[in-house]
Each structure stands twice: as C-alpha cells, then as structure tokens.
C-alpha cells in the first residue's frame, strides 16, 4: 500500500525530474499557487515568473544525495545539500496531493556580504512585529519566535533551546548549524558580551497548518544587505517550536545602515 510519504518521496522525484529535463508543464504543476523561488542570489520568482522562464536547479538531476525529510502532517520540508550548496522545499498538502509552497536556495560559493556592527537591543522583532497575527496560532507562533528571538538577544542558550525543535537547521551564507551549534554560538556570544540583537523583519507571510507555519520573510541587517528568508515551525504539545530556516542575502539590494 502506498504511503502519505512515499506519495512525498514521488512527487519530489518528479518535480527534480522535470526541473532536470526542462519540463516547464510538469514542474509547474507541482507548485503551489502561493509558490515562491528563493535562488541563490536572493531573488524571489513567483510561479507566474517560473512558468515563463523555468530555473534550473544548482543541484541538478541530485543522483546520489539523500535528502532529510520531516513530515509536520501537512507541511513537509526536504532539505538536499552538496559541496555547500544547500536547497531546502518546503512541500504542503493540499487537499489531496502534495504542491512545492517554496524552494529556497543557499549557496556558501557566493562571497558573503560584509555587515556592520549589531545592536546590543532592539525593539523589533524580539518585542514588535510589523505584523498583525490574524489568528490564534499565529499569535502563539510569533510569540514563541519573539521569545526565541529575544533569548538571542539577551545571551540565554536554555531559554532559545525551549523554542526550538530537535532537528532544528539553521543554514545561511557562512553557516550550517543544528541545534547544538547554535546553541553553543549563543554561550560564546554570551562570554564575549557580543551585540546580538537580531536582523530587524522587513516583511512576513504566513501559511498556517494545524500542526506547522510556514514564515517567508525578509530582514534588513543593521549594516548590509536584505536577507530572505524561510521558516517553519511545528506545533508540539501546544508549543511552537522553529524546525528550520533557511536564510540567503538579497546581491541584488542596497546596503542599507539603521
């Protein structure tokens, strides 16, 4: 019998498939209508733009990779990595089939955009959002984050672990961290007494499931460039905890100081 994850694993195949072969049709109806493509120079495609002009994947036809998978019931997130470049699809089910919602893409190949000193507090996003939740569980998601966030701030590596799952990934220009490394970067910012305010949130969507949200948003470095970025966060015991995120500078946005 078929399973919920082999019908994933299949329909994941297919979309490398098609990407593979340039088959416009076939890959692009596997995407959601809410589909974004965060390339590796920080570009954002819509599914209207891939349709017209489909990009290739920079990991190929990925013969001999094998993706990390985690299902959150109806949000699912692949990650596939080689010679530091790193694709994260995030997969959502719809009804009755899996659609690609985002395909993220980080590439440690591209020289990392300089930044300028941090902050050592700062009031967004750890305490305001310039966002209005519109229900329940995006309220409880963004608080949880705005705690995660402030323990970051704040140098507190037991209070961040709270909100953060196990499996937890972060992956950007210059890093590739679970949660122990994280974890571990926090007790050394603590020791340093480092300017740790996080990246003020520029803008921020949300897909909400009963058992996950999915953030794509971007965030305006101090001193730097835009970042975008890709979350998702799983709802466990009725705590929301970030799973992964994927963040990748903008090459083409201008340097900005606040």
């Known amino acids: 019998m078929t399973t919920i994850d082999d019908e994933l694993l299949a329909v994941d195949c297919a979309l490398i498939t098609a990407l593979a072969k340039r088959d416009v049709a076939a890959a692009t109806a ?12 920080g570009r954002v495609l819509s599914k209207q733009q891939v349709t017209r002009d489909l990009p290739q994947s920079p ?12 299902r959150y019931r109806e949000v699912a997130p692949i990650v596939v990595e080689r010679e530091n470049i790193f694709v994260l699809r995030i997969w959502v089910w719809r009804g009755q089939s899996w659609r690609l919602l985002t395909c993220h893409e980080v590439s440690q190949l591209v020289p990392a955009t300089p930044h300028g000193p941090g902050r050592k507090d700062w009031d967004n996003p750890c305490r305001t959002l310039p966002y209005q939740p519109r229900e329940d569980d995006e309220r409880d998601c963004l608080t949880a984050w705005q705690r995660l966030e402030t323990a970051v701030m704040t140098h507190d590596s037991e209070e961040w672990a709270r ?5 937890f990934l972060v992956v950007g220009a210059t890093r590739r961290h679970t949660k122990p490394d994280r974890k571990a970067v926090i007790e050394e910012q603590k ?18 499931f009963p058992e996950a949200m999915v953030m794509i ?13 890709s979350r998702v966060f799983s709802k466990r015991d009725g705590e929301w905890l970030m799973a992964i995120s994927f963040q990748t500078t903008r090459q083409d946005a201008p340097v900005k100081t606040i």
């Open 30 to 41: 596997l995407l959601d209508d809410h589909f974004t493509w965060v390339d590796s120079q």
């Open 191 to 208: 020791r340093s007494n480092a300017n740790s305010a996080p990246a003020p949130l520029m803008s921020m969507q949300l897909f909400t």
């Open 217 to 229: 948003c971007e965030h305006q470095p101090f001193h730097g460039k835009a970042a975008r970025v």
């Open 59 to 70: 990991l190929g036809a990925e013969t001999g990779l094998i993706p990390m998978i985690h």
């Open 163 to 167: 909100h953060v799952a196990d499996e």
